[in-house]
């Protein structure tokens, strides 16, 4: 399905990001990862080139979001090794808890500029290459984004900000032959809660919870999110711009009770 498509996915070093690489690398694309953790991008990398059927190496670049110059040197990088661009997932991001109270403004910034600013500038880099390609673009919001949740203010803004991103461009972009769209998962046992917010103990009973705040019953894992993604990046979503799809158990249709 993506033999010789060049697929560009920021913050392959875990979690959906990760499953998203290797998945892709099934479908013989050709992967550019950027993460900041070199070790664990190595490991993500490796994983992709055996699972690829021509065992491709996919371009590895370390980079934060948060550095313009960083940024630059992910879409150059990839048109100087590859000369194009096909398909842009936007997953990098950060969660941080916090209300209106509690929330400094220098957390309010490093969220807002992770999980929006970073985004905004590399699909300003990579639309002139994917408009010549008629390629797609996928960004990895939240549940959160289309739902109100206390304690994670700045998050929830983030997001529906990236939400809002989604559907502007989709507009701009659609007579020009490129799709944007947006998956919003849930709670995905990706370890994401416990490094903001809470410890060992703490996480498995979140998790535990969830089996009363996700109408499935659960949590959801990494790789239901990348199907999703890899379905929205594909020609079978061809006549899809501008969704954002919930891949939640059910989580945004639920009410308290």
């Known amino acids: 399905m993506f033999t010789d498509k060049i697929v560009l996915i920021t913050g392959a070093s875990s ?13 013989n694309a050709k ?10 991008l ?29 940024v630059d ?8 090794n590859f000369g194009r661009l096909d398909v842009l997932v936007n997953n ?12 400094s403004l220098a957390q309010y910034d490093r ?10 500038y590399l699909t300003m880099l990579a639309v002139p290459h994917l408009i010549k390609t008629k390629g797609s673009i ?19 803004m983030s997001k529906s900000a990236l939400d809002q991103f989604t559907r502007c461009t989709a507009l701009e972009l659609g007579l020009k032959g490129v799709r944007v769209n947006a998956v919003n998962p849930g709670v995905i046992t990706t370890g ?17 919870t969830c089996a009363g705040t996700h109408a499935l019953g659960r949590a959801g894992d990494s790789k239901e999110v990348a199907s999703v993604i890899i379905f929205l990046a594909s020609d079978a979503a061809s006549n899809i711009t501008g969704a954002t799809i919930p891949v939640d158990g059910g989580r945004h249709a639920m009410c308290p009770r």
């Open 31 to 40: 992967l550019v990862l950027t993460g900041r953790n070199k070790e664990n």
């Open 192 to 208: 994401i809660h416990m490094k903001s917010s809470m410890n060992e103990e703490q996480y498995k009973e979140f998790l535990k």
């Open 15 to 27: 979690g959906i990001g990760a499953e998203t690489a290797v998945e892709f690398a099934k479908l």
């Open 111 to 120: 969220v807002m500029n992770t999980n929006v600013r970073g985004p905004f």
């Open 73 to 80: 040197n992910i879409m150059k990088s990839t048109i100087e």
């Open 92 to 103: 990098a991001g950060i969660l941080e808890s916090g209300t209106i109270e509690t929330t």
């Open 42 to 70: 190595g490991k993500v990398a490796k994983q992709c080139e055996e699972g690829s059927k021509s065992k491709q190496t996919p371009l590895v670049i370390i980079a934060d979001m948060n550095v313009d110059t960083d």
């Open 138 to 156: 996928v960004n990895v919001s939240s549940v959160t984004g289309l739902r109100s949740f206390p304690n994670v203010l700045a998050y929830c």
